[in-house]
């Protein structure tokens, strides 16, 4: 095993605030692990279209994205982990039945089943991302979609989760949840990539903040929650950070002696 360190890094609420916005101590530390010869890399939920931007300001390329489904080792496709297609078939049927729209997504794009949907427009608006929703409803029709949106409330999800055992649902918006394969996670994501670099699990190190980030910060040998973070995830944490406002992931990599 090598002792190399590797440390992923989780966007929404990590590496960036809540007015998506990145400080600069974070896109200094970033570069500063770099210099020193660690890996860093980014575990999202995001596709990989949606944070372009923020791999190349950080000149970064291995990433687990779509909360693991879709894995990126130095730029090379390394694991990938689609939906079924048979059950998001049938999703998509009762969805209809409910008014319930979805959102189709693969490493490339994103489509809505629902044209100008209100509840998938105001969503996607939170992410604050330059990208837009278009209308195909056949759109999961012979590629693979590694994630679906689903528009319903928290009361309407339960229902979701008895009928689709295919699936796990992970909410992030008040009006939208996460649909990935059954025990699909940030986790396996970064099982692929680790055990490719040979990096030995005392240094692997992980920052996040939402309920999409507890099995990675569970297992994860340093895990760190931002003080933004959920109470889920800062109790299945190693460490709790200050805020990604308040310089938290710098903060953070000082307290583990990463940084100084």
């Known amino acids: 095993m090598s002792d190399k ?3 992923f890094f989780d966007i929404d609420g990590t590496l960036l605030d809540d007015d998506k916005k990145m400080p600069l101590t974070a ?3 970033v570069f500063a692990l770099k ?3 660690h890996e860093v890399a980014i575990a999202t939920g995001r596709a990989p279209f949606m944070f372009k931007e923020i791999r190349e300001q950080l000149e970064i390329d291995s990433y687990v994205s779509f909360n693991g489904q879709y894995v990126v080792l130095r730029g090379e496709v390394v694991a990938t982990n689609p939906l079924n297609r ?9 969805a209809l039945t409910h008014n319930h729209a ?12 629902i044209p100008n949907d209100e509840l998938v427009q105001k969503s996607v608006q939170t992410l604050k991302a330059k990208i837009s929703v278009g209308y195909d409803p056949l759109y999961f029709h012979g590629r693979d979609i590694y994630q679906t949106l689903l528009m319903c409330t928290t ?15 992970v909410r992030w918006h008040p009006s939208s949840v996460d649909v990935v394969p059954h025990a699909g996670s940030k986790a ?7 055990s490719r670099l040979g990096i030995a699990e005392e240094n692997q190190y992980a920052f996040g903040d939402g309920l999409n980030d507890v099995e990675m910060l569970t297992t994860i040998h340093n895990s760190v929650a931002m003080g933004n973070g959920c109470d889920e995830a800062k109790a299945a944490a190693k460490m709790v950070t200050k805020r990604a406002d308040e310089d938290g992931i ?7 002696g990463l940084l100084s």
């Open 155 to 169: 009361e309407e999800e339960p229902f979701y989760e008895s009928v689709f055992n295919a699936f796990d649902f």
């Open 27 to 29: 896109e200094k530390a």
């Open 250 to 256: 710098l903060y953070g990599l000082q307290k583990l």
């Open 35 to 37: 210099e020193q010869g």
């Open 5 to 7: 360190k590797i440390i």
């Open 188 to 194: 396996k994501g970064i099982r692929e990539i680790t």
């Open 86 to 94: 048979e059950a998001l078939q049938a999703m998509t049927d009762l």
């Open 102 to 113: 979805l959102v189709y997504m693969d490493h490339m794009d994103m489509k809505a089943n």
